[in-house]
């Protein structure tokens, strides 16, 4: 099970940071992402961390501005944004992969509004 927490309304310019608290499998093997959607549009990947050696992907959109980290101990993974932007609204989704196997949380809001 994943539960993202922590989205909600921010101006521009602003910061919000997501976490995402995982259950009921071993979270140090399994790579960790977050990915958002907007409606009618596909769900696109935002920031991905491997399970081992802290490597981590970022979409073009957000690099420089935002942070994912994890930490194995507390089975939780996060996304630190900064400089929020109105376009960065969307649904924030946590997930959890290794191999063929995928888990999903239940999303965030994130809204960027004056």
């Known amino acids: 099970q994943l539960v993202e927490s922590g989205g909600g309304l921010v101006q521009p310019g602003g910061s919000l940071r997501l976490s995402c608290a995982a259950s009921?499998?071993?979270?140090?093997?399994?790579?960790m992402s977050w990915y958002r959607q907007t409606p009618g549009k596909g769900r696109e990947l935002v920031a991905r961390?491997?399970?081992?050696?802290?490597?981590?992907t970022y979409a073009d959109s957000v690099k420089g501005r935002f942070t994912i980290s994890r930490d194995n101990a507390k089975n939780t993974v996060y996304l630190q944004m900064n400089s929020l932007k109105p376009e960065d609204t969307a649904v924030y989704y946590c997930?959890?992969?290794?191999?063929?196997?995928?888990?999903w949380g239940q999303g965030t809001q994130v809204t960027v509004s004056s």
């Open positions: 997930n959890a992969k290794r191999i063929t196997i995928d888990y």
């Open positions: 009921g499998f071993t979270f140090s093997n399994y790579a």
């Open positions: 961390i491997r399970n081992t050696g802290g490597i981590t």
